[in-house]
């Protein structure tokens, strides 16, 4: 214990003999040269600096690595309200589209016949084909073309020569009414459709002619195609329009632009008093206001006062009286009898394409129900020529009696007597026009053998053009059968942008109008409900006149 405390006083008294404050010059070392020390304390504060900074960085990567899961957590939290916002927009946008649908089908109204109107109660494609309607057997449907439609068809060569005989005097009158340097001239007709092309179904037996015009010399039309589908709407699909212009391309005649005038002479022509005579030209050559392209309104509008002149000036001759249609349909003209008979009959004026038999139409007579040209410069494309050509060369390769034109004949006739009755009973007009039961025949005759259309096929082969029109309702899809098919002969002649056009959809107004569809299903399936009924009734050969159909038996 002393030992420790002996120690303890001698350190402490060695410390303070030896503290530099009280023996400065005589027991420390100082370094006689100041810079030196100056150099020392420089490179130990380079020292510190380093360090701090180190530490600074270190200190900031630490931070970093903390704040990384919040970085990502909040993130992950902004993508959670970003794909929220999507979200409710996009229900949003679906509720808006099912109170849209809802409002067009409130518009449209309920069907009596379809108090749900729902699409989603239509059959599927995978039900029974025809909703398991069975049709008349062979022997009956034989039976009920031989007396019920083919009686029609001695019938239409009386009816279509008197027709003709009729015509070729009016298109005579009215070629002697109009000038030939300022009128239209009017071509001779061109007979389309069932009458000529051998399966006319119903009465009233009725002929479609077409009446190409051409204009004044020295004028001429420029066809434009519009049924290619790269930069055309679909709306105006099928569609095409008619340029008016001079066929030396010079829109006034004159020979100013052709020639070299000198300095000191001016064309009188081309001075400006004379600058409203060009759109003067272009109306008298009916075509739209201010606008190169042929109107079909002032077309339709001209060929209706025409006709009613050439009929005035003729009628004398005749013991009959001849019935105007609407400005809507001018070319529907009825040839009325003393004895209350009538022949109805359509001309329609059209203007014929360059080097082909397509025809650019101004109306048609039966127009898919929906479909109205977007513009009155919109003329339809018809290849009713072409169709008439197909049918004869196509019948050329088929057995003696094919059954392929009675199939159309059956399916017309049903369809026919369905819209008749639909239409008694103040039912909405259907969508379904004997024009598509054409093309779905046209797409069977092109992908069957030629020995499947024999006579005793033509139950089968009914049921396939009714099951092929079926499976085209549902899908909504019915392809035009020339505007962008490539299968069909080239023999035909048809133009080369015609087959390497985008396929036209015949059914897309269905896509577009609910209703409309709906009504077309519904009568539709209605017809394959009567075709039993119908087929029966009209087996025996009784008079258009005193037929009548049991309504008991009928479902409207």
Not at 23 to 30: D, G, H, Y
Not at 82 to 94: E, F, G, H, K, S
Not at 171 to 193: K, Y
């Amino acid at each position: 214990m002393a030992l420790g405390l002996f120690r303890v006083c001698l350190v402490v008294v060695t410390a303070i003999v030896n503290h530099p404050l009280l023996f400065p010059r005589e027991n420390a070392t100082v370094p006689e040269n100041d810079q030196d020390i100056i150099r020392k304390m420089q490179a130990h504060e380079e020292k510190m600096q380093l360090e701090r900074l180190r530490l600074e960085e270190e200190e900031a990567r630490m931070a970093a690595e903390k704040e990384a899961p919040e970085q990502v957590a909040e993130e992950g939290q902004q993508q959670q309200e970003t794909l929220a916002l999507n979200l409710w927009t996009t229900l949003c946008m679906i509720l808006f589209l099912i109170i849209e649908v809802w409002r067009q089908d409130h518009h449209d109204g309920p069907l009596p016949e379809c108090p749900g109107g729902d699409e989603d109660e239509l059959p599927l494609l995978g039900s029974a084909p025809l909703r398991g309607v069975t049709l008349p057997s062979q022997a009956m449907l034989g039976h009920f073309h031989e007396h019920g439609i083919r009686g029609t068809m001695a019938d239409a060569a009386r009816t279509r020569e008197f027709v003709e005989g009729f015509v070729d005097d009016l298109l005579g009158a009215l070629r002697s009414l109009c000038h030939r340097d300022t009128d239209m001239e009017v071509e001779d007709f061109i007979g389309v459709g069932s009458m000529y092309e051998n399966w006319p179904a119903d009465r009233p037996l009725l002929c479609h002619l077409f009446v190409p015009f051409t204009p004044p010399e020295p004028y001429r039309f420029h066809p434009e195609l519009c049924c290619s589908g790269r930069s055309v709407p679909l709306d105006r699909q099928g569609y095409g329009q008619v340029k008016v212009g001079r066929a030396d391309g010079d829109p006034l005649g004159c020979i100013c632009g052709k020639t070299k005038l000198g300095e000191d002479m001016l064309c009188l022509l081309h001075a400006q008093q004379s600058g409203a005579q060009p759109c003067r030209e272009m109306e008298d050559l009916l075509c739209a206001p201010e606008s190169p392209y042929l109107d079909t309104m002032r077309v339709m509008k001209w060929f209706h006062t025409a006709l009613t002149k050439a009929w005035q000036r003729i009628a004398h001759k005749f013991d009959f009286d001849l019935a105007f249609g609407q400005l809507d349909t001018p070319g529907s003209l009825k040839i009325m009898f003393r004895s209350g008979k009538a022949i109805p009959f359509n001309l329609i004026p059209v203007i014929q394409s360059d080097n082909s038999d397509l025809h650019f139409v101004s109306h048609l007579p039966r127009e898919l129900s929906g479909e109205t040209p977007a513009s009155s410069t919109d003329w339809l494309l018809s290849f009713a020529v072409y169709e008439q050509h197909f049918l004869r060369i196509t019948s050329k390769g088929l057995p003696e009696g094919a059954c392929h034109l009675s199939c159309l004949q059956i399916a017309s006739f049903l369809l026919s007597k369905q819209s008749g009755m639909e239409g008694a009973c103040g039912l909405g007009a259907s969508g379904l026009s004997t024009y598509h039961l054409k093309t779905a025949l046209m797409h069977l005759l092109l992908s069957r053998k030629a020995s499947d259309w024999k006579a005793a096929q033509l139950h089968s082969r009914l049921q396939e053009l009714l099951c092929f029109l079926e499976k085209s309702l549902l899908e909504k899809k019915l392809l035009h059968f020339f505007v962008g098919n490539r299968k069909v002969p080239e023999a035909l002649g048809l133009p080369e942008a015609v087959r390497r056009a985008e396929p036209l959809n015949l059914f897309r107004p269905f896509v577009l109008q609910r209703g409309l569809y709906r009504r077309t299903v519904d009568s539709f399936y209605k017809m394959l409900e009567n075709a039993p009924t119908l087929v029966s009734e009209y087996s025996l050969r009784v008079p258009s006149s005193q037929a009548s159909l049991s309504t008991k038996a009928v479902i409207l």
